[in-house]
Nanobody, 124 residues
Framework: QVQLVESGGGLVQAGASLRLSCAAS????????MGWFRQAPGKEREFVAA????????YYADSVKGRLTISRDNAKNTVYLQMNSLKPEDTAVYYC?????????????????WGQGTQVTVSS
């Protein structure tokens, strides 16, 4: 069973940057599609970005295109989310997730394993 641990969250001002990391242990990381989701208080968990197991295909929510970039390093069993030009509406708990069997990269049901999340707070 894959274990996922996120890090890199924090409190920043609008316009700043953060890089989130998600380290995987156990399982075959290089065979999993990986995604980032976020959940703001009182809202449902929403898709942010995803990358296929090979790293050749990436997907983004419209709200983050051009500002957030997902990448992975299979040698380090780690997926990253580079977050630039942060906005207050980006404030949420960010979760990484692993999908062993592919599927719709934007659907929460696609992912079997989830991390505990890391808080990102963007002040105006």
């Amino acid at each position: 069973q894959v274990q996922l641990v996120e890090s890199g969250g924090g409190l920043v001002q609008a316009g700043a940057s953060l890089r989130l990391s998600c380290a995987a242990s156990r399982g075959t990381f290089s065979g999993y599609d990986m995604g980032w989701f976020r959940q703001a208080p009182g809202k449902e968990r929403e898709f942010v970005a995803a990358v296929r197991w090979s790293g050749t295909m990436t997907y983004y929510a419209d709200s983050v295109k051009g500002r957030l970039t997902i990448s992975r390093d299979n040698a380090k069993n780690t997926v990253y989310l580079q977050m630039n030009s942060l906005k207050p509406e980006d404030t949420a708990v960010y979760y990484c997730a692993a999908a062993p069997w592919g599927g719709n990269p934007a659907a929460t049901q696609t992912y079997r394993y989830w991390g505990q999340g890391t808080q990102v707070t963007v002040s105006s």
